[in-house]
């Protein structure tokens, strides 16, 4: 992995989360931070503020801060008519940075801020970001 690449993926975050610190949620359990895209089928102000029915929070994706890197994150049921089964999966974005896509299906009708959380968690454990198998993606969409 380049330094460079990560520092400016994390250099990234840090100034989205800057832009509006009031976005960045922290992990319950591991006190990583993040900045989610959608809100979460459990977050009954901001449904209830968007207008949004907690049924149709099948997909969630967040700029993720880990260890100094930064990664997107989308967590998505099976709601959502994705042909891959439930499970971890990733690829490599083939751009200046080489940002990783960390991809999650679970089997759930709809996605909570625990559910996420849980999700950041096993990816954690399968060794995200450093392992080596997060550094030998293609941007191929592959299960880890």
Not at 41 to 69: H, K, M, N, P, Y
Not at 120 to 137: I, N, W
Request: hydrophobic content about 40%.
């Amino acid at each position: 992995m380049d330094i460079r690449q990560r520092k400016q993926r994390f250099g990234d975050f840090l100034i989205r989360a800057k832009q509006d610190p009031g976005s960045v949620l922290t992990h319950r359990a591991s006190a990583w931070q993040y900045i989610p895209d959608h809100t979460f089928a459990d977050d009954t102000v901001d449904l209830f503020r968007l207008g949004i029915d907690a049924a149709d929070c099948v997909c969630v994706d967040a700029l993720w801060s880990i260890q100094e890197d930064a990664t997107l994150l989308q967590v998505c049921t099976r709601k959502t008519g994705d042909p891959h089964p439930p499970g971890l999966y990733a690829r490599l974005v083939m751009d200046e940075i080489h940002w990783l896509n960390l991809y999650a299906v679970i089997d759930t009708s709809r996605v909570t801020r625990e559910d996420f959380e849980n999700v950041m968690t096993q990816f954690a454990e399968r060794g995200f970001p450093d392992a080596k198998k997060f550094h030998d993606l293609s941007e191929t969409l592959t299960k880890v």
